[in-house]
């Protein structure tokens, strides 16, 4: 073989040796922990929590709605723009997970019985002095309407049209409102004068009453009753007190 001949094959041998070489420091570099920054470490990456059964979950901010059993006209939560909306349950549905029920309808004001506050309208009141016990007077209300009412607190009454109506007997407080039903009566009793032969202050004869009623909130109401005074008229003074609206005639004559 020539010099002429070796010397290019001497050059070619040289050159696959440094490629060779430059190959094994690449993979050792490799093994040292040199790595890809644009990989991601699938260890790192985050795992959502599954949602639990009978939700409905959306985009963030969400409130996840509940799917619980409905009522016949019930609808169950709806998700939209990221956010969900419970269970709308129609009249008479239940709605709600772990049976709980939400009643469907609306309410009335009025009682269930209907009854309405007795006024002078629909009752007729009578006004009775009594011998036992002295200076005393019996006020009965009857129902003349075609509806229950009911007798609330006291009577107000008026004798000559004084300026102020007398205190009621706190101790004389029935448990419950006196109800009558239509042709019912009700009754209130009326100390006129204090002591056996009258002797308060500021004694008068009177001859003319209104008796006023007052509604559920302790309102007065209108119109009054004006029952009708013996001709004499009824002595009265300062110490003119009544009782509350009572269901029985001799509880009404006991103070």
């Known amino acids: 073989m020539s010099a002429f001949t070796a010397r290019p094959r001497t050059r070619l041998f040289a050159a696959a040796t440094v490629a060779l070489a430059a190959l094994s420091l690449t993979a050792c570099n490799d093994k040292m922990g040199v790595q890809d920054e644009g990989v991601a470490n699938p260890t790192s990456s985050t795992v959502g929590t599954p949602a639990p059964s009978g939700t409905k979950t959306g985009g963030a901010g969400q409130t996840s709605g509940s799917t619980g059993s409905t009522g016949s006209t019930g609808s169950t939560g709806s998700t939209s723009g990221g956010s969900s909306t419970g269970n709308s349950s129609g009249t008479g549905g239940s709605t709600g997970s772990g049976g709980t029920k939400t009643s469907g309808g609306s309410g009335?004001?009025?009682?269930?019985?209907?009854?309405?506050?007795?006024?002078?309208?629909?009752?007729?009141?009578?006004?009775?002095?009594?011998?036992?016990?002295?200076?005393?007077?019996?006020?009965?209300?009857?129902?003349?309407?075609?509806?229950?009412?009911?007798?609330?607190?006291?009577?107000?009454?008026?004798?000559?049209?004084?300026?102020?109506?007398?205190?009621?007997?706190?101790?004389?407080?029935?448990?419950?409102?006196?109800?009558?039903?239509?042709?019912?009566?009700?009754?209130?009793?009326?100390?006129?004068?204090?002591g056996d032969n009258g002797t308060g202050t500021n004694g008068r004869t009177a001859k003319s009453l209104s008796v006023y009623f007052f509604d559920r909130d302790n309102n007065s109401i209108s119109p009054a009753a004006t029952p009708a005074l013996p001709t004499k008229g009824v002595y009265v003074d300062d110490s003119l007190k009544v009782t509350y609206w009572l269901s029985d005639a001799q509880d009404a004559l006991t103070y």
């Open 108 to 194: 009335s004001g009025t009682s269930a019985s209907g009854s309405v506050p007795c006024n002078g309208a629909n009752t007729k009141v009578t006004a009775q002095p009594v011998s036992r016990p002295i200076n005393h007077m019996l006020l009965t209300v009857t129902n003349t309407g075609s509806k229950t009412c009911d007798l609330y607190y006291y009577p107000a009454v008026n004798f000559d049209d004084a300026q102020s109506v007398p205190p009621v007997m706190k101790d004389s407080q029935p448990q419950a409102v006196t109800t009558l039903t239509p042709g019912q009566s009700g009754y209130a009793g009326v100390a006129l004068a204090g």
